[in-house]
């Protein structure tokens, strides 16, 4: 079972690779082309979309789509340019936020809201709310959702004498019984590739004043950053670093070639937080931890006294379909028709659980607890059906500008470069 190939996440971009195209039928390009198109990913999901448009193609020849398919930076360049010339594909393929908000802004993409109302209404309301403008569908998900949780190896828990934390207090416990057991970094982190230390600010100020922490931000209210949920936040990771939380090699350790999470299969840390798309690396790099039950997961710890709701999930909800405004009436009528129709049926829903990937569709728990890996893909469903909140990666969420010296400033953050009141007065500027 693989999830995804090397990599990375959604929220990391991915790597760059050379560009591979492949229809369905023989029309390539944009929506000016003649019938429906569509662009999408290589990697991860990419069989399920193969085998969704292959089946749809052969049941509507009528309203065949072409597919193409791009690795991850190539299409995001490809998609900017395309966007706004009239050249896009009918579907768009995208991880909504603020790029979606620009779309719709711009009219660019149309309104799903009466043409997907059945799809909408099966899929899970914290991942279906991503796609929404002002309460109008222009997107919807089309394959698996990725909340980021804690990974823990329970051996090198066990031999520190401590246990999964539950709390903060517990976490900053766990991290000095596992250095005085001679564990240099108790928590992995792949610090050279910056973004994985979203996950702990997105989920420490998710804990500490729930989901208007970060909402003050998308809406661009003046002292978002500065306000003091924020600043908690912050230090609290100032905190976790000057405990020794991450060790003194973090800003080497690079997500890309998997060296965070072996630490942890290695025994060198102790835990790791990360998104679901690492699990099936952990069975195939150390398949007899998880066997023999070494490798344990749950929920980013609780803080006390926090306002955010423990069930709040952070990651990527999903990937999503937006259908262009260009292009020609039949083309956007077969792409919302594919949509109403096709994605997550049956068949669209036992190919992502072939590959280990959990669609975000309402009452799947017997079919999850019947696949391979059920306890692990039912936590994963599970906290996103449950999930009060499903906040989308705050680097999909706000403008890629804002995002990109977010990750600058984080990485200072991290360093001890500057400190929490720093930190977010630097961000208050970007606003």
């Not at 800003?251 to 998104?275: N, P």
């Amino acid at each position: 079972m693989k999830l995804a190939p090397r990599r990375r996440s959604l929220m990391a971009f991915g790597v760059a690779a050379p560009l591979l195209a492949a229809g369905c039928g023989n029309r390539p390009g944009g929506s000016g082309a003649d019938g429906a198109t569509a662009w999408a990913l290589t990697g991860g999901s990419e069989e399920a979309f193969r085998q969704s448009f292959d089946s749809w193609n052969a049941d509507h020849s009528d309203q065949e789509i072409t597919a193409e398919y791009f690795a991850n930076d190539a299409y995001k360049e490809k998609i900017r340019t395309a966007i706004g010339s009239g050249n896009a594909p009918t579907l768009i393929f995208g991880w909504a936020g603020a790029t979606l908000a620009d779309y719709v802004e711009n009219g660019y993409v149309e309104d799903l809201t009466e043409s997907t109302a059945d799809l909408v209404e099966r899929v899970l309301p914290s991942v279906a709310a991503t796609g929404t403008i002002d309460g109008q569908v222009y997107a919807v998900p089309n394959n698996q959702s990725q909340p980021v949780l804690m990974y823990y190896n329970n051996d090198v828990l066990d031999a520190a004498g401590t246990q999964v934390p539950e709390t903060w207090d517990d976490l900053l416990s766990a991290v000095d019984a596992l250095k005085s057991n001679g564990i240099d970094a108790p928590i992995a982190l792949a610090g050279q590739s910056v973004w994985p230390e979203l996950m702990w600010i997105s989920y420490l100020a998710e804990r500490v004043g729930g989901p208007e922490a970060f909402n003050r931000v998308v809406a661009g209210e003046a002292g978002a950053w500065t306000h003091p949920d924020m600043v908690t936040a912050a230090g609290m990771i100032t905190e976790l670093v000057d405990a020794g939380g991450f060790g003194d090699s973090f800003a080497s350790v690079v997500a890309d070639a998997g060296a965070d999470q072996a630490l942890v299969y290695t025994g060198k840390s102790g835990m790791i937080l990360q998104g679901s798309w690492i699990y099936p690396d952990f069975i195939t790099d150390a398949p007899e931890l998880v066997s023999g039950g070494g490798l344990a997961y749950g929920p980013f710890p609780q803080v006390d006294g926090g306002a955010g709701d423990p069930s709040n999930i952070v990651g990527n909800p999903a990937n999503f379909w937006s259908v262009s405004a260009d292009g020609s009436e039949e083309a956007r009528e077969a792409a919302t028709a594919y949509l109403s129709e096709a994605v997550y049926d049956d068949e669209h829903i036992d190919s992502l659980l072939s590959i280990g990937a959990v669609p975000p569709v309402i009452g799947l728990e017997d079919r999850i607890a019947e696949a391979e890996n059920a306890d692990f893909l039912s936590l994963n469903y599970e906290m996103v059906r449950d999930a009060a909140n499903f906040q989308l990666s705050w680097d999909q969420a706000i403008p890629s500008d804002q995002a990109q010296e977010l990750l600058n400033n984080l990485s200072q953050l991290f360093l001890g470069d500057i400190d929490a009141d720093q930190f977010c007065s630097a961000m208050d500027a970007t606003l």
